[in-house]
């Protein structure tokens, strides 16, 4: 129950900031997509839309999710309110799993409600119910759910400038690091092609998780590959929250 409240707490003060009005937003970006830049396009309105409209979820959701989680421990800490909570019956786990729990339900709803936007949109330019755009729908959010993982370790390490730039930086680097690693086997001395391997094992390489392509396309992604994808997503959050509660466990409050 402690989870929970924590959880609902965090939840709350999204609220508050507005966070759900980004959903409007996206509502707006897409309709524009659509119905203005898709018919100049050349009969490529659909791929517009579903393009653009993924992009933006994917972006959108990403910047609050690290605007927020970056801050979300050091921010309790500087203004001295995880005395009080820590000074009730919350061990810091506790404290920790509910903080990442709570942003997670508020980008669960952002999900939500942007991806509710971007069907009835291109429901309403294909004129059928384009399925495979949820499974595309369902790994940004399992990427997500690895990034605010992240983000809360960052925070418990760092200022939230600090871990957004962080945070940022490994997001690029798992949607390039195939990339790296070739560059570096290519032009890179030997302790360089060393740090590209080690990088490219070590950090989660976002891009099992981006079927966006594929789904635009038209091509299949079938149940084995949403399930390998989640199970690596879940992974690296597990590992990611494990980090930070070890390093919250062991850090001293003045």
Not at 9 to 23: K, P, Q, S
Not at 59 to 71: D, E, Q, R, W, Y
Not at 189 to 202: C, F, I, K, P
Request: glycine share 8%.
């Amino acid at each position: 129950m402690r989870i929970i409240a924590l959880a609902r707490n965090t939840f709350r003060e999204g609220v508050r900031d507005r966070l759900f009005l980004t959903i409007g937003m996206f509502a707006v970006a897409v309709l524009a997509a659509s119905f203005i830049v898709g018919p100049l396009s050349l009969g490529e309105q659909q791929r517009i839309t579903q393009d653009l409209g993924l992009a933006l979820m994917s972006v959108l959701t990403f910047l609050i999710a690290i605007l927020i989680g970056t801050g979300i421990i050091y921010k309790e800490i500087e203004r001295k309110t995880v005395y009080t909570v820590l000074s009730k019956p919350v061990s810091r786990w506790k404290f920790i799993v509910g903080k990442f729990l709570g942003l997670n339900a508020i980008v669960a709803v952002l999900i939500l409600g942007m991806s509710a936007v971007l069907m009835i949109v291109d429901t309403a330019v294909t004129g059928s119910f384009q399925a495979g755009l949820l499974i595309a729908i369902f790994l940004i959010w399992m990427e997500l759910v690895l990034l605010t993982a992240l983000s809360v370790l960052m925070s418990t390490l760092c200022s939230p400038i600090l871990g957004a730039i962080f945070t940022i930086m490994l997001y690029v680097a798992g949607h390039t690091s195939a990339d790296l690693k070739e560059l570096a086997a290519r032009f890179g001395s030997a302790s360089v092609r060393t740090l590209a391997h080690v990088g490219y094992y070590v950090l989660p390489n976002l891009e099992y998780l981006n079927v966006k392509s594929k789904v635009i396309h038209g091509v299949h992604v079938d149940g084995a590959y949403v399930a390998f994808a989640c199970s690596y997503a879940l992974l690296y959050t597990v590992v990611f929250l494990t980090l930070s509660i070890l390093v919250f466990e062991r850090r001293e409050f003045r």
